[in-house]
Each structure stands twice: as C-alpha cells, then as structure tokens.
C-alpha cells in the first residue's frame, strides 16, 4: 500500500484506498475484504462526502476520542459510525441510502482500520482486483464541498456570506463538527 495513505490517527493505523470499482455490488467486495480478517474494520464511504484527507482525519479523531474515553454510545460497529458521521445522520437506514442511493457512482474512498501492515496490502490488493486505484478523488482538496453543501446544508442556509462557507479552514472545521454532533 502506498505509504502516503497509510496515518495514524491517535491510536487508530488507517488504510485510505481511493478507488474507482468497476463493479458497484459493493455488498459482495465488502463480504470479501472481511474474509481477510474479521478483525479489521472496513467503511466504503462515497468519495463525494468527503471534503479531503484533513476531513477523513478529523472524523476519525473523534471515533478515537470516544475510544479512548470508553465513551460508549449506541453504535457499537465503527464501520457504520463512520459512514454515519459522514452523513450527518444517526439514522442508518439513512446513512446507507445517502452513500449507496446513487447505482452510477463507482468512486468510492475504502477506509481500513488495522493494527497490521500485511493486511493494509491485502486489502489494497483485494480492492485493485475490483476496480483500480483513482488517486484524483482523495488528493483533490475541497473539490466536493458543493456537494456537501447541496445535499446536507443548503435547505437550512440563512446566511451564504457566512465566512464558515467562504473561507475552507472554516467549512472544514464546520463539517468536522457535524459529524461529531450526528452521534451525541
């Protein structure tokens, strides 16, 4: 796996794989990916609702945050957490109709939670098999704040001048924090 996308978050090793799948049944890569290693947490997250590398960092710091003050809380499967701060939602029902809905997209961003460097590669590896790596969708910082915005933010914008949606340190911080308060 390419270093560069390999962080540490806290006590959390990360596996980031942009890829573009050239298969959408992603029920059935996911099955595969867990027959790696059942240990291993895996969230296939629309790189749509993901505003950069900073943002994936920033939610995950919150998941440590909570890990590490044995805060518990109603999810106990950090995969759906993930994909539920992302969306905005405490809802997973919803979650899942927010990252799935969309039977064209084949962009998504593969997030692998592991404390072990063979599987990051097997993972990698499993994934390439399924689609290939699409660096552009993960490097590309800011490109999908429209997105957000349209589909979690704009029925309930007052106020479009708001610095919170000019300046991007703002709106990356605003994100963050949604997605921390999705799941109080």
Known sequence: MKSKYILKVGSLKVGLIPTTFTNTNLKDIYDKLKLIDKEIDISIIDYRLILSIKHIIGILRIIDEKKKRNNTSS???IEIEILM??????QISEALKI?????FNRNFIVIVISNHDRIFCEVERCVLDKGKLNEEILEKDTSNKEYIIDKFFKKHIKEWDSSIFKDERKFLEFVVERGAIALK
């Not at 701060?85 to 405490?90: E, G, P, Q, V």
């Not at 990252?99 to 039977?103: A, M």
Request: overall charge neutral; aromatic content about 22%.
């Open 85 to 90: 701060r992302f969306c905005y939602t405490d």
């Open 75 to 77: 999810i106990k499967n």
């Open 99 to 103: 990252n799935f809905g969309d039977p």
